[in-house]
């Protein structure tokens, strides 16, 4: 395949030598800098667009590339009040668009098993559910999407809860509102990505927890994605790739 890598940073970087390994050409690689180039590419030079940029550019670069007819493999988060739009181009294109928050397969089987833990909990209601995610301290968007994502997991199940709220910083201890997740995000170092569920009773607590080592994971799903996405045409997630 031909790839554009769009946003060609720790992200674009990382994805370069795994989609090169397994057999596929980078045709551009474009960042802020050099963005007015998409709309100059020769439209059939490139097979499908990886796009991890940030969640002020997301939206435009998904629909430059929807309009130029380019199947779309998105990771960027922090931008998905735009999703339905972006959704509706797609389908008005005929085009092809994945999301997911997290491409690592390990935090697919983590949103699995956080489902689970969250169906089980349900009869257990003196045990409250909240989140802490951990990433370096360049990231723009907080809570992340795979802590959003992890949120909407427990909601979906735990129909005595109504929602999520970001813990404020200067608050000392997690918990204990009965109706709300909390979700705390701390940015330390260069740590790639750590998501910690937790279900706390007054004399106990369950936790689980995905920590991810390097961008490895995110990177090889992102272009395993892509591949799987050739001749498909609609909006696609994680889901339809792993039941597929
Ligand atoms: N779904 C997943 O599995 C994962 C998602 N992410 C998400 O991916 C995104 C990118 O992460 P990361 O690579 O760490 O971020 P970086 O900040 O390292 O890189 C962002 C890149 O996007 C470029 N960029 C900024 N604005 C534009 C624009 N208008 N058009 C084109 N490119 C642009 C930047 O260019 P310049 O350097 O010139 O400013 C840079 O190359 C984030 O939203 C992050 O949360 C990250 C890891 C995994
Ligand atoms: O910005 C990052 O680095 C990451 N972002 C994604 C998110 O917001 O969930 C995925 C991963 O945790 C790394």
Known sequence: MNILLLGY???GKAIEPIA????H??????????????????????????????????????????ERGWPVVCGTTGWLSHRTEIEQLCQE??????????YSIGVNLFFRLNKALAKFMRN????????TEIHHTEKKDAPSGTAITLAEGLLENLPNLNGWVEKPADKQALITSTDAIEIESLREGTVPGTHIIRFDSD?????????AHSRQGFALGAVVAAEWLQGRVGVFSMDDLLDA
Do not use: W
Not at 46 to 52: A, R, S, T, W
Not at 93 to 102: H, V
């Open 203 to 211: 004399v106990d607590r369950i936790e689980i927890a995905h920590v």
């Open 93 to 102: 294109k005929q085009g092809a668009f994945f999301y997911a928050s997290n």
């Open 20 to 23: 090169v390994e397994r057999g």
């Open 25 to 66: 050409q980078i045709t551009a690689r474009i960042d802020a800098h050099n963005r007015a180039d998409l709309t100059t590419i020769d439209a059939a030079s490139v097979d499908v667009v990886i796009e991890f940029s940030s969640p002020e550019s997301a939206v435009e670069n998904i629909k430059t590339c929807l």
């Open 124 to 131: 257990y209601p003196s045990y409250h559910a909240s989140m």
């Open 9 to 11: 940073g720790k992200m």
